[in-house]
């Protein structure tokens, strides 16, 4: 979901970093734990998203819903889920924004209407969400937060349709844009991925409960299968009397976000039918092979660039080595020292071996460069622990514009590589070389034409337009 | 307002204790720190509302807003008043609650339609809320809270009327029962009585702001001076060019809650252009008129019974004296030993001075009996401190019925002057006589005929019925 | 306890309001429920010390302790109590002073030695703590708290008496200055007072338990009996066989400090042999007789004049009114409007009655005035609430000087009626008259000769002589 | 530091994971940001204690000091270390223990006597504190922890020695066991290692304050320099006018401990002359040479076995992959469903990444195996994941003894490798085959011949004794 929040209440200067929420969405229909197993694959979802955290369940009599700032092992205690009785729940977990009281967007959503109570989770953004809502408004619609979830909940209410599940549809044939879905009503769940397929949706089975995913990972977590993807289009209506499919959509060409392979998903899940550890690692032999280097070890900056350098590594026969190692005890904030401390906030993360770089030509692997200005610390450092070359590799295209489906991007403005050569971010950066992978070969390590996927960050050929004017106010362009 | 919550969420076997709130409202228009302001006058008022407290501000281009769990003092610091910028806010409390995730009703309830951004704090009850409600639903509106107050909002984002305070009015058109609201949107502020005046409301200004407040109280301890009370029924809107007044809608004879002025309201308070200690003296003195009795010292109940019991005691000629003392640290949970003590809950808060006491015939004045528990307590206390009578004297009639306008009453079966006799009370609290005052009594100190009160938890007498079907489900009856 | 910190860590401008510590001590021998008792006895004394509180309880093989900042309610819970087991306890509260980590002097301190485990709660304050604290370091001690009650636990660790409680007298016939002790060892609890008996303490029992306590208000909240006082330099040793009893010192005139009376106890308690509420009624009706007034009410300045008002009104023959109200919800801290609010720290306290107030003449009892400044806020709101006179009464004597047996009074210089006229003060409070209760009124008023009391604040005849040079190092002259 | 506390207090079943702690000290003498450094370099030492953190400084009149429960960037904040005021600050961090109030014996600790204020911080054990406890405590010592790091603070103030460093000489000739010990005094840093070396103590520039730390990767944080390990039995003496060197001790054959290599230090530091990350990397090439195995893949449990996997990789001529990921939000406590899960702890720590893992066979390389209960959990994952073979390979001889030196391990009953051969351990933890490092092979990875190390937990060799029947008492045996 997109927040409407920044351009209404903050004016036309939002640090667009900010601006837009990348989420994680899970689902137990059937299950006597249904919140403690909520709360878990939250947490297994962790990294979709950091600010706030909120669980919904159904109790058999009415729905009971906890939302809190923080991190779901801070935010979720015995006493709070003692109150999610139910064996069906819904979760969500959301990026972090700025400002102080980010409960008001906090998701599931839950509201009454005609329908009963209604709670839903939204991982996506849509593109005509301000317009559907200005339309609303002056029908005499109230709304209550910033979000553009809150759309689709006023046109299921507003639907003629005594099935919730056509409801959902009708509404969701009014909307463009990214939105897998977890919707939680008395008696059902229901799972909806948008034609197009932007975000991930998975399946899965514990002990005859069905689970609705972000991703796997967060199935391997509490014990339960992996049954396969929501396909894009596609929408699962879990009862009592188990899963009904259906495809009420016009079919679309999918275009499944290849970030979510880059960088956001775990290199644990199975992400669009595919490893994502294997893909990071033929991103790597990809690159190893388009922009070979002379050098002594492969270096991987940590967490992101593991998977790409140690598949760099294999195809380029370099060795791979721990070069960088992440600090695992990183807070929320540090008190800096007055005299300040050279590249800083990277120090807190990162610190460079320097018995692997002394004296060495490294390979040096990140999976990508936004505003170059953490790179540029991270080059410095490893040169100042020994290393005397460094070749920085990326392994995918530059990015050169920002994402309208539900994922976190500064403007176009603030992207290195949308106003900077290749050689002039180098410089900026520092190093002695520098490369990055090929729209052609991201797609070669994905086994699939470009059809599949939406690659608009690298290459600005956006599925579904944003309006322009729209885009301005908001920053984007 | 009244949640809705329970009936929905928990069935029918609620505790009325809780299922209705008395609350407190407080508005700045027209000073730059309107929202320190108001928070003050939330701290003032404390006593109408501890579970939750919140603010909305507009700053110029936006709303924001702060509602937090807890006391005014705990719940905003510095840092949420910092965000809380510009010259115009509105802020409520509200009481206690059961239950954990308190926040879902906190006021202002705060939100946009085609009118722009609207804030609202409700103090009252409405009686037709829920059937307003589910033919609100029925036309496809969603509610995000259980709040009456929200039916309001929706009434309010319908109306055709183009100017603001003619919408609310066409809103409270539709809506029968208590309230006295406070309305903030981006160029004004609004306040409005019902037209029968359950609630109070009280005008003020500080330096050309004008206040908008519950009690007259809050006014005192900014530093503001007391203009006079919002008329039953009186609209006033407060603009950049000043206040305007109305009287939208048709006259109706008053009905003023008695019992703001038996217990709810400050003794430092004026309400409905009365002076509450004074009063409360007045009711003591009637009640000594009314049940003298032969003894040696009259002590209070703190702090509810002390003005009574002055009065009392001026009236009676026998010397009032402190024979219970109140506790000054009180937290919100206590760990009771096992082994239990004897009146436990009662000794935290009140202890008896044994020198007052002992050997004394004791006229003890509390301002009323609800289900009787503490009462009982509180003779066995006094009588183990050595008193050798105790004469239990309430200064108003015993209290028969629950209240449907706003104050947090049990039901009727728990209402132990409800069901039993005043002798069977006096048994039942070990008191060695007991006597009520008359409702004749209690007009008479109020200087005014039954006409302009509110006395239904005394008479039965409802000036806007409750639908009994409604009551019953309520367990109200 | 003295801290000696300020001395140490902040050089010679120490603000003296808080460079010493009044306190409570409770404790508990052979109560299965003992921890639990002695939270409940140090709730009753925290109007004694906001700070901090701790407890040690000895479960059979060994002690644990829990010292926590804040008050007792909020600083010990379940959890915390849980750890607490055994049926002996010792407890302490502790003045608020500066600063932020408060811990490091809090009590009980807990200590261990040949002797095995001993804890040690103190009420009071040593007068040559400093040298004997400077003798045993140069003798090779090292010391963990700044605290003057540690010495004494060196002193008894280094006795070659073999029983504990001959090792205490021998520690504290080198001691001079006020205690009031409890002391926990494994198989003991000892309470004694210094033979002048500053500082309070009582005997209790509860079920063949036995019970220390500062005040006897804390016995009625557990439902213990009050036995009686621990009389001046005597020594009460409990163990499993019962409580025994020694006066090990040389007989001393008794100096019990008589502000406990006029300010500092509960009125509930009892304290040397005296009704804490009782005698401030005495004192107010002193002080009717040496000091009339041409009024129409009597007012008290609420909590702490209560007493003495009704005393004075009964006396006087002049009506007692609640002219002045407090408010119940006073947090921590309060942000101020930058647009200073005239009496702003008083009016979050008390609010004027303007209906009791209002064209009066108005005698306002206080039981003292210390720096005068909060005295000329109060009598500027009463005349602004419509008082025509103001004549204010003080139930003791002006206070000269600063005490230096365990009670927090700012230095001499501070003191308003050490430098100034009784004329001087009243125009500086703004009063239409002033007066305070003579010495010997006070006296009287205590049913005593002066030889019982220490009125060293009021005469400038110290007991016990501080050192000067130290009273000036600190700042006190 | 050594906790006496468990066999005092509860007694002889102690768990003894939790008797010992393991710690990190930092301190710095002659820079204007002394605490705030102390606290950074404190957080790059975090892996050497996770329970406690604390900083005193030295403001130039006296000390200050500041101990948390908890992480250093949760425990510290700017108002914390804003009444760390100075140029000069000693640091702990302290490995979590049991139970609650784990502040009583936080470091540093810090004592005033007659040489004036006084701070210490502790990484290590002492093997006779106890006894000379003892002794002290005759003489009439009194101790106000259980740490026996108290025990060389009395012995320093008892010295007849007039300068400090010649005092704490003395006091550390009487002691026997591992130290590495910062001291802070008003006008000196001092930084002193045992004569054996047990544990590291590094020394670092920058700016020209001079740097004490336990590892040198706290260095790299701050941006200081690394300048030399402090030798066994050197003392560093920093004051105003530089930094002095002394060896006051006998010469001892060094004994450092191996176990900072194979585990304990973070691979970024040098440690005892040597690049961690380089040593691991060697232990697992030797690894691989003496226990070769049939595989596809070599698999690292992270982070601990990353850099031997990595070596075991290259010498072993297999491919190293990322077969298992950490889960980096891992919180302090989780909820567990009550229908447990199957190795619900291990899975939130880390998951098996199928792609890799699937019909693989896998060489899973980990630093040590203790009880065997964790291993067996990671073995199951790694199959249930699709290996076909797991080769479980460990970098170091079996743990068969614990450590007295200051390692926190289980007694000697609970290290499987005590009490079980090889084959039955592979057999406990379900792997096809199981093998360690060799002593010899381990030796041959430091480059050292034995005699430099203490590799007592491995051989049993202990090179100071601890006295049996106070093993026995503490379960070690």
């Excluded at 979802?45 to 706030?52: A, I, P, T, Y």
């Excluded at 397929?197 to 509490?222: H, M, N, Q, V, Y």
């Excluded at 033929?282 to 900056?301: F, K, M, Q, T």
């Excluded at 992978?437 to 608009?456: H, K, N, P, V, Y």
């Amino acid at each position: 979901m997109r927040k409407r929040t920044p351009q209404r209440e903050r004016g036309t200067t939002i640090p667009l970093d900010k601006f837009r929420d990348e989420c994680g969405v899970f689902g137990v229909f059937g299950h006597p734990e249904a919140a403690n197993l909520t709360y878990l694959g939250l947490h297994a979802l962790q990294h979709r998203g950091q600010e706030s955290a909120g669980i919904v369940s159904f109790n058999g009599r009415g729905m009971n819903g906890e939302r809190r700032i923080g991190q779901v092992a801070e935010a979720f205690d015995e006493a709070v889920l003692g109150r999610l009785r139910g064996d069906r729940a819904i979760g969500h977990v959301r990026y972090s924004t700025a400002g102080g009281s980010g409960l008001a967007n906090a998701q599931p959503l839950q509201i009454s209407s005609h329908r009963g109570e209604l709670a839903v989770c939204h991982n996506g953004n849509l593109v005509n969400g301000l317009e559907i809502r200005d339309r609303l408004e002056r029908e005499g619609s109230i709304f209550g937060t910033t979000a553009d979830t809150e759309v689709i909940l006023h046109l299921i209410a507003r639907s003629r349709q005594a099935l919730l599940e056509d409801a959902i549809v009708d509404a969701l044939r009014e909307v463009k844009g990214a939105y897998s879905l977890a919707f939680l009503a008395a008696d059902r769940m229901i799972g909806v991925r948008d034609p197009m397929g932007f975000r991930p949706l998975s399946l899965g089975k514990l002990d005859g409960a069905t689970i609705l995913t972000s991703e796997s990972c967060a199935l391997d977590l509490i014990g339960a299968e992996f049954e396969r993807d929501v396909m894009p289009g596609e929408m699962v209506v879990v009862k009592a009397d188990g899963a009904h499919f259906y495809s009420p959509f016009e079919k679309q060409r999918h275009r499944q976000c290849i970030f979510e392979h880059v960088y956001f998903s775990r290199p644990d899940s199975f992400v669009f039918g595919r490893s994502v550890g294997r893909v990071r690692k033929r991103l790597g032999a990809e690159l190893a092979r388009e922009a070979p280097a002379e050098a002594d070890v492969v270096v991987a900056v940590p967490d992101s660039g593991l998977f790409a350098a140690q598949g760099y590594s294999e195809a380029a026969g370099i060795p791979f080595e721990f070069g960088l190692v992440r600090n695992h005890y990183v807070g929320r904030t540090f008190i800096e020292p007055q005299q300040s401390i050279r590249n800083f906030g990277v120090r807190l993360k990162l610190n460079p071996v320097r018995a692997v770089l002394e004296g060495k030509r490294v390979v040096l692997v990140d999976d990508s460069i936004v505003r170059g200005t953490t790179s540029r610390k991270i080059v410095q450092m490893v040169k100042a622990a020994g290393a005397v070359e460094v070749h920085m590799r990326i392994s995918c295209p530059p990015t050169v514009g920002p994402c309208y489906y539900g994922v976190d991007t500064p403007n176009r403005g603030e992207l290195i590589a949308a106003t900077h050569s290749v050689e002039e971010i180098r410089k900026h950066i520092g190093a002695n070389s520098l490369a990055y992978l090929s729209l052609q070969g991201m797609l070669r390590a994905m086994e699939e034409d470009a059809g599949g996927f939406c690659t608009a960050c690298y290459t600005g050929d956006y599925p579904i337009p944003f309006p322009e004017q729209q885009a301005t106010q908001l920053g984007l362009l």
